[in-house]
């Protein structure tokens, strides 16, 4: 099962420090059922096969990359693949890597779910943050962009986080790189805004 699996990838960043702990490296799933209005990553919402990687391969490509300490699964809707996500996730925990996955799901809507493989991938992550972005709760936080979204701890390793999810908190993480500038993090509308227009005008080299 496991040589066949595949992982239907919108977008990966091979390092990122705003998407969880420390610096992880960051895959976005395609595809998320939620639509909400006001999301932020609109193109990863429609379900079509954008990039299937081989689990084996994609394990082998995140362990070779130095200085991270984990992984991120991010959306779409991580939940939506999580039987390919629960073989990533065990090859890596092997290699004491560590999981943190955003889902649009609550924990209450989890625990109801009926694919074991939601609960197998679920007993592997560190931290998992949940529910739908909604317009109305908007707030920059420690890792999420409306306060509905709640951060659960589910192993101890990053304990010493847990006084500091509440604080407000805005972080952008800009990278420039061969396919254009990608933009992660609980980014500001009007920073987003300044730099496109910056751009346009080129006064910021594309
Ligand atoms: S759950 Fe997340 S990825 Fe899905 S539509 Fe809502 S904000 Fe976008």
């Known amino acids: 099962m496991l040589k066949k699996a595949k992982l239907n990838i919108a977008s990966q960043l091979v390092k990122s420090v705003v998407n969880g702990p420390g610096t992880r490296y960051v895959i976005w799933l395609q595809g998320c059922p939620f639509k909400c209005p006001g999301c932020f990553n609109k193109k990863f919402q429609p379900f079509f096969n954008k990039n299937l990687v081989n689990i084996e391969t994609l394990a082998k490509k995140i ?4 200085g991270i300490e984990g992984v991120t699964y991010t959306g779409g809707e991580p939940m939506v693949q999580a039987e390919p996500l629960y073989y990533l996730s065990s090859i ?3 290699y004491k890597r560590t999981i943190v ?11 109801k779910h009926k694919d074991p493989f939601t609960r197998k991938l679920i007993s592997l992550v560190d931290i998992l943050i949940d529910g739908r972005f909604q317009e109305d709760k908007k707030a920059h936080l420690v890792w999420r962009g409306s306060t509905n979204q709640k951060v659960h701890f589910l192993s101890d390793v990053y304990s010493d986080f847990q ?3 509440h604080e407000e908190h805005s972080q952008m993480e800009l990278v420039i790189g061969e396919k254009g500038i990608t933009y992660t993090g609980t ?3 009007e ?4 730099l496109n227009q910056l751009i346009n005008r080129r ?3 594309k």
């Open 63 to 66: 362990l070779s990359v130095e």
């Open 203 to 205: 006064e910021i080299e």
């Open 191 to 194: 920073i987003i805004n300044r």
């Open 187 to 189: 980014v500001k509308e």
């Open 92 to 94: 890596l925990k092997k």
């Open 101 to 111: 996955c955003y889902t649009g799901f609550t924990m209450e809507e989890l625990e």
């Open 163 to 165: 006084p500091s999810v």
